[in-house]
């Protein structure tokens, strides 16, 4: 019975049941050992600290068995103070002290972190004739890996063999997991051939690990290559295995592999818990559709799932990204319901998402709430709402921030030096923010890349070309390596003032030290060579830009369309000249056909990006007859159109008041399985009703309904923001009707806007 104790609670039960069958009839010894080991199994050491008083009160004397189980359970606990009082009761007992022992308390070092107490105990063992195991060797090198210490225990694990041990599965995957962990990825994959070829195989443990270190060194292929291999040979992945892999996908954006995986791991009856979720809903709100991210906080409670404040701030964050501060704010107020404290991380987004809103003084206002909250104001608050000052050109209030910041004992980081030292240059200001980068090493803040770079720009710009050398000079002699935007911003310069042999020296200068262009960087090549006239030039560096596996921009595009319009004159003749911000105002539909004409002249393949980048442009303008003819053009290639380009053109239609095209556009994403903006929603459902085609709006709403999308952020968008917003608090009641009638549920919050919305209709 005490064997078969699978749960706390089991063992609960057990416990009480023998201290009843004690009024009838003795437990031995061995039943008493059981008992302990069961327990200590589930770390219930002040229940084991009674049972071993019972035990004595029963007039059992304990054995090396009691005492081993005993010492064990404070070992792991790190108690190594508790665990000797028993190891004096042993030498009291005239026992001796075996290998269980000792290993025991080697364990109990390395949990308390003390691993050069665990190696004497270890180096001890064999001076007392007791034979060390390979437990005792996988404690010890456990240890060695925790404290960093991986050399150490790479040396103890190849010395095993000389005390006879051979190292098992749990050697290796302590190493692996190490070795990953210090991105030594390598290292771990022949340690891992190592250790099949020994014919030690690999568990779930192994591969979860190895799946995990692959991830986070973007071999995802190789990752998703180990997971097949684990059922082949019979091994089922666990919600860690699955977990390391979803993540992996995320954070590169590949959601719709992460979404696979899922999937996988719900076919195989493994079970997602929040941090499943949470992976997923970070993976969303990274490719900003946070619509999506959403949607899963609703999955998550109709499982009887509780979010975590891990899952409310990124969503908040995931809103702030996309500039819904409000919907932001709503989920504030819903992680409060859930009974979730809002931390400093969830403030700082908040105030983040406001600075870079331009609402400024909302953002201060937060920040000076904080307090009054009880909530610790950090250096990523003060940062955030010092790069909002300065962006709003308010570089003064900035330092007066700054000095208030560091009165009350928050010190800046390099960070925060960067966003004034950055705000003071843009409002001319650069002697101060010269006098802030002295500044740094003084107050033991070491200038990043960064701080020296955006000096250099602001010179550029200035065409200050000598000095922005010595800056540049000056950040090489402290150790640091140029990257691609202070390359970058040397080219900028250089095509600015149309000299295009020193830029080119630029780029051999950025190839000889190994820095590869990023998308700007090429972007900005493809323009100085367009300026030139070379427009072949240009294309031929988009084609080594795709081909080093770079998308290029809608900006790139509008580059590029912006020389073609102007046949490859320079700049120079203003009759010619084209704004790049009016590009797609101006633009002609041949020129987007010669445009494709180049880029498959220059081996350029034409996929779906390029022509969601124009479509989004054009669309942008309310150039829909232009985007349906590039529209049926991309079909007429073989080429699918993605969620972005039926996203454009339905807020395109919308724009220019053709409901019903914009609500065919929108039937046809969900037929392709794409899941719409709740914006698009928006603005089709209160254009419909403007219209006065009131059904089409209520059966439009009614079919969203049925999407999966979360109810409440349904409400904020449409009721809310959409009707309410309008005035129309009929429309807003009868659409709140179907979603009641339908057991869509709010929350208490929700209802609560709503009302303060109708309200506030009311009384206008």
């Known amino acids: 019975m005490i064997k078969s104790c699978e749960t706390r609670d089991d063992a609960v039960f057990v416990m009480g049941f023998v201290r009843e069958m004690r009024c009838r009839f003795k437990v031995d010894v061995w039943g008493y050992n059981k008992l302990l080991m069961c327990l200590s199994r589930f770390v219930m050491i002040d229940d084991m600290k009674c049972v071993y008083d019972e035990m004595l009160s029963d007039m059992i004397k304990p054995d090396i068995y009691t005492f081993n189980t005993m010492i064990n359970a404070y070992c792991k606990l790190g108690n190594v103070v508790e665990a000797e009082f028993y190891l004096s009761k042993i030498l009291q007992a005239g026992l001796n002290p075996d290998t269980h022992t000792f290993t025991s308390f080697v364990l109990g070092h390395c949990r308390r972190k003390d691993v050069d107490s665990a190696f004497k105990v270890f180096k001890e063992m064999s001076k007392k004739g007791c034979r060390r195991n390979v437990v005792s060797y996988n404690n010890l090198i456990h240890g060695l890996c925790e404290g960093g210490r991986i050399d150490e225990a790479m040396e103890l694990f190849l010395g095993m063999g000389d005390d006879g041990c051979c190292p098992n599965v749990r050697s290796y995957t302590i190493l692996i997991d190490a070795l990953c962990g210090l991105d030594r990825r390598e290292e771990a994959l022949c340690l891992f051939d190592e250790m099949k070829e020994k014919g030690c195989e690999p568990n779930v443990h192994t591969y979860t690990v190895l799946i995990d270190g692959l991830c986070k060194d973007f071999k995802l292929d190789k990752a998703r290559g180990l997971l097949n291999v684990m059922s082949e040979k019979g091994l089922v992945p666990n919600v860690v295995t699955y977990n390391a892999l979803i993540d992996g996908y995320c954070k590169q954006g590949l959601v719709d592999f992460a979404l696979d995986v899922f999937d996988a791991m719900e076919s195989n009856n493994c079970i997602p818990n929040v941090r499943t979720y949470n992976e997923l809903i970070s993976g969303f709100c990274t490719i900003k559709k946070v619509h999506k991210a959403m949607a899963l906080l609703d999955k998550m409670l ?87 000052y300065c962006k709003a050109e308010k570089a003064d209030v900035a330092l007066t921030l700054f000095k208030k910041m560091i009165e009350e004992g928050c010190s800046p980081n390099a960070c925060t030096y960067n966003v004034l030292i950055k705000g003071l240059c843009k409002q001319g200001k650069q002697l101060e923010g010269d006098r802030l980068l002295e500044m740094m090493p003084g107050s033991g803040v070491k200038p990043t890349i960064e701080s020296y770079s955006i000096l250099i720009e602001q010179l550029l710009k200035e065409s200050a070309f000598g000095q922005a050398y010595k800056v540049f000079h000056l950040m090489v002699s402290m150790g640091h390596k140029p990257d691609v935007c202070i390359y970058t911003s040397f080219l900028v310069a250089y095509y600015n003032e149309e000299k295009l042999k020193e830029a080119e020296d630029v780029m051999d200068k950025m190839a000889e030290t190994g820095v590869m262009p990023d998308v700007m960087a090429y972007t900005v090549m493809i323009d100085g060579y367009g300026r030139a006239g070379l427009l072949n030039r240009a294309f031929d560096v988009l084609k080594f830009m795709v081909d080093t596996g770079h998308e290029p921009s809608q900006y790139t595009y509008s580059i590029l369309i912006k020389h073609l319009s102007q046949g490859g004159v320079d700049l120079k003749t203003e009759a010619s000249s084209i704004n790049i911000a009016d590009v797609w105002k101006v633009v002609k539909y041949e020129t987007l056909l010669e445009l494709f004409d180049k880029m498959v002249e220059h081996r350029c393949p034409l996929n779906t990006n390029i022509f969601s980048s124009l479509t989004t442009g054009l669309c942008r303008e309310g150039r829909l007859e232009e985007a349906l003819r590039l529209l049926h053009h991309m079909q007429s290639c073989g080429i699918s159109p993605g969620e972005d380009i039926y996203t454009s053109m339905v807020n395109c239609c919308c724009k220019l008041k053709m409901y019903e095209d914009a609500a065919r556009f929108l039937d046809t994403m969900l037929t392709q399985g794409f899941l719409p903006h709740l914006e698009s929603y928006k603005l089709l459902v209160c254009g419909l009703y403007d219209d006065g085609n009131n059904e089409k709006a209520k059966t439009t709403f009614f079919r969203l309904l049925g999407c999966g999308y979360n109810n409440d952020e349904v409400a904020w968008k449409l009721l809310i923001d959409g009707l309410l917003n309008r005035g129309l608090v009929d429309r807003c009641l009868e659409l709140l009707d179907i979603m009641e009638k339908n057991r869509f549920r709010l929350s208490a919050h929700t209802y609560s806007l709503l009302l303060e919305g109708l309200d506030r209709t009311d009384n206008k």
């Open 302 to 388: 109709e499982r009887k799932m509780s979010p975590s404040d891990v899952t409310f701030n990124l969503l908040i964050h995931g809103q702030c990204k996309e500039g819904e501060i409000g919907s932001a704010f709503r989920l504030l107020k819903l992680m409060e319901e859930n009974d979730l404290a809002p931390d400093e991380w969830t403030y700082c987004t908040l105030v983040d998402g406001l600075c870079k809103r331009g609402r400024v003084e909302e953002a201060s206002t937060n920040f000076s709430s904080m307090k009054e909250k009880g909530i610790k104001v950090n250096v990523a608050m003060y940062t955030a709402l010092i790069d909002g």
